[in-house]
């Protein structure tokens, strides 16, 4: 079942309900808005942060439930050569330009078509030059609810050579936000992760996991290690970083045992910026819940963060003629008697 609210000036939202799952969208930002689902016990709660006010998803900062573009994550000081031109992006984020630029992707209205019972489609053209890339990029992001699973699915191509690094920047909370996130087991299937300086931007420097606080192959606490005395963990306030993958699906889990809710998270793309919420500041969310540090997780699958600078052949560089074309799902089960 679909039904449409709308909100204002073209802004909609967009319910998509099964026996499963009731899931909120919006067409501005593509936003994840409400993931509804119950427990162990029957109880239904609300697994992602957002606001009741939509002026809120306008005017702040964090693209709490937003797909994020052009660019997830950082350019290194809003500069990058591409065909031996060079671009200039906003700097919004100390020295560089982070997700998209001060209007990208997360701040704007998507057309969109109802598919069928279970799909949405949403589209966007960003005209050449937008936040000063490359190329006319013509958009699209289909979002599926089939059972327990939300899909969302991204598509582009391009007018001229251009950067493109899609992602979504959903906040979860399994708790149904009784609770911070220390008490919720992540697995991540990676093995090695990316360091960053002080300002969250990829050094370039990779570690193995192995011996380290970053080492979730098996289920672990997030509260057992995001506080540990790890330097790359002082320096990003807590996890802030990029883990590359090392199998091709149902790549992250994350369960919280009191609830037995549980989220698997599978993508095509070949790593996710894992992310502790360090910078949540207090802020008014929904159902009049403040939101602080640590009370949500983000799992942004993507691309490597910085690629036109550190990667020989980047993989953000989508060529004109070429398409991207890539998957996230996202699976919320009850597991009974964790």
């Given amino acids: 079942m679909i039904k449409i609210e709308k909100v204002e000036n073209n802004i909609d939202l967009i319910t998509l309900k099964n026996d499963e799952l009731e899931v909120v969208v919006s067409n501005y930002g593509c936003t994840l808005v409400k993931v509804l689902m119950k427990d162990q016990a029957g109880n239904v709660d609300d697994v992602v942060l957002g606001y009741d006010d939509f002026k809120s998803y306008q005017t702040l900062d964090a693209y709490i439930g937003a797909l994020v573009g052009r660019v997830a994550n ?9 065909n031996g031109q060079t671009y200039h992006l906003p700097i919004n984020n100390g020295p560089n330009s982070l997700h998209g630029g001060i209007k990208g992707f997360s701040y704007q209205v998507f057309d969109y078509q109802v598919l069928d019972e279970t799909s949405v489609e949403f589209h966007y053209v960003s005209k050449d030059g937008e936040e000063g890339y490359p190329g006319e990029l013509d958009f699209k992001a289909i979002y599926s609810l089939e059972g327990d699973t939300l899909t969302m699915h991204y598509h582009a191509t391009t007018s001229k050579d251009t950067l493109i690094n899609i992602t979504n920047h959903s906040y979860f909370n399994l708790s149904g936000k009784k609770e911070n996130v ?5 697995k991540v299937h990676a093995d090695r992760f990316a360091c960053i300086d002080p300002d969250g931007l990829p050094t370039g420097e990779i570690k193995d996991v192995k011996g380290t606080s970053f080492d979730f192959n098996e289920f672990a606490y997030i509260g057992d290690r995001v506080d540990n005395d790890d330097e790359q963990l002082q320096l990003g306030k807590g996890f802030d970083h990029p883990m590359f993958f090392n199998t091709k699906e149902n790549q ?5 045992e009191k609830t037995g809710r549980k989220l698997t998270v599978s993508t095509t793309l070949p790593q996710a910026q894992i992310y ?10 929904k159902y009049g819940q403040h939101y602080n540090a640590r009370d949500a997780i983000c799992i942004e699958t ?16 989508l060529k004109a003629g070429d398409t991207y074309d890539e998957k996230t799902s996202y699976k919320f089960e009850v597991i009974k008697n964790l």
């Fill in 182 to 186: 220390y008490q919720h087991l992540l």
């Fill in 302 to 317: 993507q691309n490597m963060p910085d690629a036109i600078h550190l990667e020989e052949n980047p993989s953000t560089i």
């Fill in 252 to 256: 992250v889990e994350l369960v919280h």
């Fill in 74 to 82: 950082r350019i290194k000081k809003g500069t990058f050569e591409l």
């Fill in 276 to 285: 502790t919420a360090n910078y949540l500041d207090g802020r008014l969310g």
